[in-house]
């Protein structure tokens, strides 16, 4: 691991994250086009690779809302006072 991060080395992610960038756009597009030939009715041609569109539910639920209302909003407070919050980090390359 280089000491140094050169400005090269800046400039080769920045490139790269460009690329992946354009990359998902281009598959968003293609994936909304298939999805959409597939409601539509379309057939997949013969071969080795299919494609279908796979339905599913979630249900997200508010704890924090129903703890609130079960068991009071200082009891609520309480548990989220006494929970370790969850760190996270993020890389930020930007021009200055």
């Given at each position: 691991?280089?000491?140094v991060?050169?400005?090269?080395?800046?400039?080769?992610?920045?490139l790269?994250k460009?690329?992946h960038?354009a990359?998902?756009?281009?598959l968003a597009a293609?994936?909304?086009?298939?999805?959409?030939?597939l409601?539509?009715?379309?057939?997949i041609?013969?071969?080795?690779?299919?494609?279908?569109i796979k339905?599913?539910e979630?249900?997200?639920v508010?704890?924090?809302?129903?703890?609130?209302?079960?068991?009071?909003e200082?009891?609520?407070?309480?548990?989220?006072?006494a929970?370790?919050?969850?760190q996270?980090?993020?890389?930020?390359?930007?021009?200055?």
């Amino acid at each position: 691991m280089p000491t140094v991060i050169t400005q090269r080395e800046l400039k080769d992610y920045l490139l790269a994250k460009k690329r992946h960038a354009a990359a998902e756009e281009k598959l968003a597009a293609k994936e909304a086009q298939f999805k959409a030939a597939l409601e539509a009715g379309a057939t997949i041609d013969e071969g080795l690779l299919t494609a279908y569109i796979k339905n599913r539910e979630r249900r997200d639920v508010s704890w924090k809302t129903i703890v609130e209302r079960e068991l009071g909003e200082a009891y609520a407070t309480r548990v989220l006072a006494a929970t370790a919050p969850k760190q996270y980090s993020k890389l930020v390359v930007e021009s200055v």
